[in-house]
């Protein structure tokens, strides 16, 4: 295809990629997305949506916008020749149950001038046996509404006249894998959710607990010491219990073995640990990755290095699937969308000059451990209440519209009047 602007392809429509999409200059540019959903999810308020705290929907912004001129295909990347300038894609063919298939049988090819690979990570289950067969993860939409349906279906099969109190028990036991920010964030969200169910299901008072599970010997691995500990007391407080140096060796329909307690029954195991780089930045050859976790390296203007750490014009990396040479950046929202914020800037602007390098500004962090408290590493550290309105606040900071910020606003008073929708008072 001959275009006078430079093509665009963008493989990845996550925190980097759909900022891309919508903010890089349209006149400028001819802009191609790849992505195998046409939403793009909020991650911060995936924990929020799983249970029910607002609809799903605000937790995803379509890719596809009226105003914009811009090529989507539903679709995933496949392989790329970085030579012929050219990435081959399969067709992602949504299904009437919300979830995805790849069609490997309608490959295509798209070329393009300048590429930018932000396909992030998917789920590391470090080939726990019965982990991706039976576990519940939480990086989708899709997740967290099969999270949704799943907590549902255990409190109704719960409050069967056919369901011992000791069966019931096991049933609402939710095991959560993983103690970093989003295992946290989920267990404090199902603590919350329990203590309202409480009242429309009150024949099972008493019963659900949560658990959370890590081969760390602390949660909140980044966290300040004193905040860890603040955290730990606080899910003591609201009877979650904290498992450290827990190993995981395999997971059933209903349970859960750890090399420490044997089988734990639960309805319910949620894994919210370790990432790893999806098949597309396997299958790229000839660059320079990291050897943790394999992310792409890329000098500080997010140019993707070759082998010899020399830079491969028009090809970009970031977010969680790319790191800068050296730098060793967390995989974070907060870092996706710093970069991708500069990568617009840098080809945006008009001026022949080299652009500036990259320079990350370390924000606050929040984490949310349930009953209105929560801990916040910053310039100062907060705990209680008030890091908990921050954290309510930042939530809405994450929202892309007007239009989500308002509707999720809506929802909690909705809420604060009459119950999340899945517990009406
Ligand atoms: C539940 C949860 C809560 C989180 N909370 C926070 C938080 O509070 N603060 C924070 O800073 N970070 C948070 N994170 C981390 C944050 O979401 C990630 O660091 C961020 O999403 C990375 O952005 P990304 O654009 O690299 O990838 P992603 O946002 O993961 O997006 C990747 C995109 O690429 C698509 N894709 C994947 N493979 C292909 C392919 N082969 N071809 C085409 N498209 C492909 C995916 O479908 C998706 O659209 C959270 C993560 C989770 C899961």
């Avoid at 209440?385 to 929202?399: D, I, N, P």
């Amino acid at each position: 295809m001959n275009s006078v602007r430079p093509r665009i392809l963008i493989v990845g429509a996550g925190w980097a990629g759909f900022i891309l999409s919508q903010q890089l200059d349209d006149s400028k540019y001819d802009i191609t997305i790849i992505a195998p959903h046409q939403t793009f999810a909020y991650t911060p308020l995936l924990a929020s949506a799983a249970t029910g705290l607002f609809f799903s929907r605000l937790a995803e912004e379509p890719i596809r916008r009226a105003h914009r001129r811009m090529t989507y295909y539903r679709a995933l990347a496949t392989a790329a020749d970085l030579d012929q300038k050219s990435v081959t894609c399969i067709p992602s063919i949504l299904q009437p149950s919300g979830r995805d298939i790849p069609d490997a049988n309608h490959p295509f090819t798209v070329e393009y001038d300048v590429l930018i690979i932000a396909p992030g990570c998917v789920n590391q289950t470090f080939n726990t046996p019965g982990a991706t067969d039976y576990c519940f993860f939480l990086k989708t939409v899709p997740d967290a509404e099969a999270i949704k349906a799943k907590l549902l279906s255990l409190l109704e099969v719960a409050s069967l006249p056919t369901t011992s109190p000791e069966r019931a028990k096991e049933l609402l036991h939710i095991a959560v894998v993983g103690g970093g920010p989003t295992g946290v964030e989920l267990s404090a969200e199902l603590t919350d959710l329990f203590s309202e169910m409480s009242k429309t299901y009150p024949h099972l008072a008493g019963l659900p607990s949560i658990t959370i599970h890590d081969v760390a010997p602390e949660i909140l691995g980044v966290f300040h010491q004193k905040l860890k500990a603040y955290a730990l007391r606080s899910f003591k407080k609201h009877g979650v219990e904290v498992k450290t140096n827990s190993h995981i060796e395999k997971i059933e329909e209903d349970a859960l073995y750890t090399k420490e307690d044997g089988r734990i029954p639960a309805g319910m195991v949620a894994w919210a640990t370790g990432n790893k780089q999806c098949d597309f930045v396997e299958s790229l050859h000839g660059l320079s990755k990291a050897t943790r976790l394999g992310r792409i390296l890329t000098d500080q203007r997010l140019r993707a290095l070759k082998e010899d750490q020399s830079v491969l014009e028009n090809v970009y990396a970031l977010g969680d699937a790319a790191d800068i040479f050296g730098n060793g950046l967390p995989t974070t929202a907060e870092v996706a969308v710093q970069k991708a914020e500069y990568l617009v800037n840098t080809l945006n602007r008009h001026s022949s000059k080299p652009a500036s390098p990259f320079v990350y500004k370390q924000r606050r962090m929040v984490a949310y451990v349930g009953g209105t408290d929560g801990v916040i590493m910053g310039r100062q550290d907060w705990t209680g209440e008030a890091a908990w309105l921050a954290w309510r606040s930042g939530s809405l900071g994450w929202t892309r519209s007007w239009r989500r910020a308002g509707m999720i606003m809506a929802s909690w008073a909705w809420n604060f009047i009459g119950g999340r929708e899945i517990a009406r008072k």
